[in-house]
Every structure is written in structure tokens, then in C-alpha cells.
């Protein structure tokens, strides 16, 4: 059975994407933990980083450090952070987060609901940076 974040992949759920390419997909999370709080996600179904392969590992940290680089001058933390935890999906994904301390890491903080229109902001944002960057796997408009 495919998993939550193939689902999303495949269009079957709704998200809002900033990166799209033949290897990852990156979208904002529902449950962000600060404004920004995006997900680097292989489009392979990997479950535990460890059993990622090191040229598909290498790339989702390109990516997130794109993806991470675009945050901090939209949003301008004192820190990016980057979690692998695993728990929640059986599906490898980075969490790429604006922080000004440890504490905007803790998940028991993150938000319980966010509006549609606060994460198309966020992902406007970013991706509108990552175009100023040249990045070249950045999806064009929302919904992508």
C-alpha cells in the first residue's frame, strides 16, 4: 500500500509544492513548527534514511540546503534547522525549518491546523527565492 507522502506525490491528496524533480518533491507542512517548515521527500518509497542510497541521500540534502538557503532569507531565522525523525511516516522525509532555538524543534509544539492561504504564502516566498537562485526543480505556481 502506498504511503501518505506517495499519495501526495501522486496528486491523490492536495499539498502545496515548491520543488518538484525526476528523483524528490519538497511541500509545506501541514503541521509546520515555524512558518516555512518544509518536507524534502524522495519520490522512491525509502522508509528509513540509513537504507537510503548515498546518491539519492546526497540529493535530498542538495535540496533541503537549497530549500534551507531560500528560508533564511524569506523568513530570517537565526538558524535553519533539518530533522530526520522518521516516526510519523513510514516514508523517508527532511524537515527543512526556520528556528531561533532549539525549542521551535519540538514536534509537541507544531501547529494543529494552519489555512491554506498561510501555506501558499510561505511556499510563494520560497519559491520565488529559489527562482532568484536559479534553482532549476522549483514547481512554477501552486498546485504544481
Known amino acids: 500500500m502506498a504511503t501518505l507522502f506517495t499519495r501526495i506525490i501522486e496528486g491523490e491528496i492536495p499539498a502545496t509544492f515548491v520543488w518538484k524533480d525526476e528523483l524528490s518533491v ?8 515555524r512558518p516555512g517548515h518544509t518536507l524534502v521527500v524522495p519520490r522512491d518509497e525509502v522508509d528509513h534514511w540509513i537504507d537510503c542510497p548515498p546518491v539519492l541521500r546526497e540529493h535530498l540534502l542538495d535540496v533541503a540546503s537549497q530549500i534551507g538557503r ?3 532569507r524569506a523568513f530570517r531565522p537565526e538558524r535553519i534547522g533539518l530533522v530526520i525523525a522518521g516516526l510519523e511516516v513510514p516514508h523517508l522525509h527532511l524537515h527543512v525549518v526556520p528556528i531561533n532555538g532549539a525549542a521551535d524543534l519540538e514536534f509537541s509544539r507544531a501547529a494543529k491546523t494552519v489555512s491554506r492561504e498561510a501555506l501558499e504564502e510561505s511556499a510563494s516566498s520560497i519559491r520565488y527565492i529559489l527562482r532568484s537562485m536559479g534553482s532549476t ?6 498546485g504544481s
Open 26 to 33: 519538497a511541500f509545506m507542512s501541514i503541521n509546520p513548527l
Open 70 to 72: 531560500a528560508q533564511q
Open 137 to 142: 526543480g522549483v514547481v512554477e505556481e501552486a
